[in-house]
């Protein structure tokens, strides 16, 4: 297993944070995701072989929120 954390910013209330996670945790190979409204983080833990670094940051942005 892999981790990364990078931030979020445009999350305004605890159903963004939700919002984000549920995103995370639907995709093949994310075993975990913490997603914190204040600082606007997510730290993920995910296996490598089933997806990468982009492709959890591009389901968040098409989710509506902007990765930093």
Known sequence: ???THFGIS???CMGC???VK???TAIP???KAEVTLKP???QVEFDAAQTGV???RQA???AGYDVA
Do not use: N
């Open 54 to 56: 982009a492709q959890l």
């Open 17 to 19: 944070v939700a919002s």
């Open 40 to 42: 606007g983080q997510a």
């Open 10 to 12: 445009g999350m305004t």
């Open 22 to 24: 549920k995103v995370l």
């Open 60 to 62: 968040v942005e098409d």
């Open 1 to 3: 297993m892999e981790q």
């Open 29 to 31: 190979g994310v075993s």
